[in-house]
């Protein structure tokens, strides 16, 4: 059996507690099934004076289009969409993307539309992200927001590991459900972890989410957790370009007077700064999100955000 679909490979090494509680065999297709362990690689090199695609392997339902180079103020950014053939994430799924930007690259990677965790009966489902930045690279993880659907049961690990000279902006953005249908923290649990590194594998940040709604008096919606609010978004900035409190003064600036309940912060050995923000619609959020990505950009590389369509 290829290493790559030994389950060491693809099982995350540790679930919580919250989301392995709900481990069993669905009576449809299980764990490690055709079609249940979706896997991405990418490798990405600084070839010719732009960054290239130099290493692809796919699995479905995990696959990309090819690069684009569409930012007029960064032509050498390779702007790749991640994609999945399954239309969701549903039980007994298990994902893995191996990304890696080598030295000097230009990299965004984003998804082309919001990733929906489907209802289940048996099981759970997990999807990890290895994502690797080397030396003086600048890469941006911008995904579309997680949708989690009635009685899914989801973790989500991503390990980022930043070189000291590296740039890395990267964010998530969490739904409450499917809000059009009147549906809201309706999931059974929504577990995260994001884990910052440097190269030798030593940790210097860690972001840990624990949602499981009917496990608590007042629910999710409730005061010290998103206090009545339909979605949760943050924004990482980890980054040499600039000293971690100037960052963090632009994220402020960049979400005063937006009516959105934020908070700003820097990280640990000024590594740069973070914002967590919670708001109750899409639209809004993605505009105050897009912004503070804005802001940063102009501050961090002297160019703005470019306008990024996917539909």
Known sequence: ?????????????????????????????????????????????????????????????????RPLYFDPARPDLAITYLMSTGGGIVQADRL????????????????????????????YATQQVFLTAGERAYVEY???????????????RTVISADPSATVLAWETVLAGRL?????????????????????GRLFALDTVRLEP???????????????????ATLYAVTPLAPAAEVADVLHQALAGRG????????PQEAGAWVRLLGGDSPTVGAALHAAWDAVRRLLIGVPAPAVRKS
Not at 142 to 156: A, G, H, K
Not at 219 to 230: I, S
Not at 260 to 267: E, M
Request: net charge positive; proline share 7%.
């Open 1 to 65: 059996m290829s290493t790559r679909l030994a389950p060491a490979h693809y099982e995350p090494a540790r679930v919580p507690a919250e989301v392995r509680r709900h481990a069993g065999r669905p009576a449809t297709l299980g764990v490690g099934a055709p079609g249940k362990v979706g896997l991405l690689e990418l490798d990405f090199e600084q070839v010719g004076g732009r960054t290239e695609l130099v290493g692809h392997y796919q699995k479905s339902p995990l696959q990309i289009m």
């Open 96 to 123: 893995r993307l191996d990304l890696r930007c080598g030295a000097g690259t230009a990299v965004h990677l984003s998804t082309q539309a919001a990733t929906r965790i489907h209802s289940m009966t048996t099981d």
């Open 180 to 200: 059009a249908r009147g549906e809201r923290n309706a999931y059974r649990v929504f577990a995260a972890d994001l884990e910052w590194r440097r190269p030798d």
């Open 214 to 232: 009917a496990a608590a008096a007042c629910g999710v919606g409730g005061p010290a957790v998103l206090g009545g609010h339909d979605l949760v």
């Open 142 to 156: 911008l995904p579309e927001p997680v949708i989690p659907f009635r009685d899914s049961r989801f973790y989500q």
């Open 260 to 267: 959105l309940l934020y908070g700003v912060s820097v990280l």
